[in-house]
């Protein structure tokens, strides 16, 4: 059976997390392998972001994730080192599932965002590539 490359951008997809709605609220609840496609190992979230500021500016080598703006909003810059997508993120019941080997940018945040984070593994820094040349090599893209 062939090797699936996971590090391109088509990999990474927004995934709809289950919503019970009610007048008194709605709620969102996120189970291991159930609604997201790995086994959440690290939970993190991004607040008070100051207006113009920028997150993430890296990508892991394995390491998923599932971003959920949970308040707010924000838009994720997603590269490949072949292609780009922009992904706006504004709705809490809406995840962005990125697979390792991707190059990420957090921006445009919203006054008061929150930015929930899961994460497949817990925090290794030698997971992290945070030099965009150095993760074009990793890819296999000469520069």
């Known amino acids: 059976m062939a090797e699936i490359n996971l590090n391109k951008i088509d990999n990474c997809k927004l995934i709809n997390l289950p919503r019970v709605e009610n007048i008194a609220g709605n709620l969102t609840s996120?189970?291991?392998q159930i609604t997201t496609p790995f086994d959440i190992k690290r939970v993190y979230y991004l607040y008070d972001v100051?207006?113009?500021?920028?997150r993430?500016?890296?990508?892991?080598?394995?390491?998923?994730?599932?971003?959920?703006?949970?308040?707010?909003?924000?838009d994720v810059e997603l590269d490949d080192g072949n292609?780009?997508?922009?992904?706006r993120l504004d709705r809490p019941y809406l995840g962005l599932h990125i697979v390792g080997g991707i190059w990420r940018e957090l921006i445009n945040f919203s006054s008061g965002a929150i930015s929930l984070v899961l994460a497949s593994q817990k925090f290794d820094e030698k997971d992290y590539i945070r030099n965009y040349e150095e993760f074009l090599l990793e890819n296999g893209i000469n520069i």
């Open 30 to 32: 996120i189970e291991n």
């Open 50 to 54: 100051p207006g113009g500021s920028e």
């Open 56 to 74: 993430g500016g890296h990508a892991h080598k394995e390491l998923q994730q599932l971003i959920i703006a949970v308040s707010g909003a924000l």
């Open 83 to 87: 292609n780009n997508k922009l992904v």
